[in-house]
Nanobody
Framework: QVQLVESGGGLVQAGESLTLSCRVS????????AAWYRQAPGKQRELVAV???????HVDDSVKGRFIISRDNAKNTLYLQMISLKPEDTAVYYC???????????????WGQGTQVTVSS
């Protein structure tokens, strides 16, 4: 059973930065694509960014140029560097493992508890 533990969230002001981490247990991390999702209050969970096992990246247009996804396979950890944060980035951020065909990400690992990001104006 894969376990995912997200961390790094917090309360920041608009324009500031945060870096999220997702630590993944087991050996599945290096073989799978990994993604960040977020869920704002009253809204559906949405895909933010994906990185394949080979390093291919997809970033949603809403965060393109501000969010950078990366991974350290030696540490079984996925990162999301977020700069120039906006109030609309406020959400709980989750990571997941899955498959990625360069267009669509198919999560298959379940979810961690998430990490709250709150951006004040």
């Amino acid at each position: 059973q894969v376990q995912l533990v997200e961390s790094g969230g917090g309360l920041v002001q608009a324009g500031e930065s945060l870096t999220l981490s997702c630590r993944v247990s087991g050996s599945a991390f290096t073989m799978n694509a990994a993604a960040w999702y977020r869920q704002a209050p009253g809204k559906q969970r949405e895909l933010v960014a994906v990185m394949s096992s080979g390093g291919r990246v997809h970033v949603d247009d809403s965060v393109k140029g501000r969010f950078i996804i990366s991974r350290d396979n030696a540490k079984n950890t996925l990162y999301l560097q977020m700069i120039s944060l906006k109030p609309e980035d406020t959400a709980v951020y989750y990571c997941s493992l899955g498959s990625f065909d360069a267009i669509t990400f198919y999560p298959n690992s379940g979810w961690g508890q998430g990490t709250q990001v709150t951006v004040s104006s």
